[in-house]
């Protein structure tokens, strides 16, 4: 089993910036995509980003820009940066971890934090 602990979260400005960390415990041999999904209120969870075990990075096309995802394949750790930070992008954020070389769709995601709550307000 995996287990997925997110941090970094909390209140910021617009315009402001924020990074989330995600670190593994557990069998993290056998994990290899990595990623972020966030819910904001009321609507659906939505992929953010996600990378592979090799560093190919995939971004949401409407935050692509503005937020980069990174990791550190040997201690299974993933960071987003986010940047330029908008009102919208308030939401609970979610570390994903998958065994497929590519994340699969949500449903199938066998690894999941916590989540950590994104607040963007003045």
């Known amino acids: 089993q995996v287990q997925l602990v997110e941090s970094g979260g909390g209140l910021v400005q617009p315009g402001g910036s924020l990074t989330l960390s995600c670190a593994a415990s557990g069998s993290i041999f056998s994990i290899n995509a990595m990623g972020w999904y966030r819910q904001a209120p009321g609507q659906q969870r939505e992929l953010v980003a996600a990378v592979t075990g090799s560093g190919i990075a995939n971004y949401v096309s409407s935050l692509k820009g503005r937020f980069t995802i990174s990791r550190d394949n040997a201690k299974k750790s993933v960071w987003l940066q986010m940047n330029s930070l908008k009102p919208e992008d308030t939401a609970v954020y979610y570390c994903?971890?998958?065994?497929?070389?590519?994340?699969?769709?949500?449903?199938?995601?066998?690894?999941w934090g916590q989540g950590t709550q994104v607040t963007v307000s003045s």
């Open positions: 994903v971890a998958d065994t497929n070389v590519w994340l699969r769709p949500e449903r199938n995601i066998p690894y």
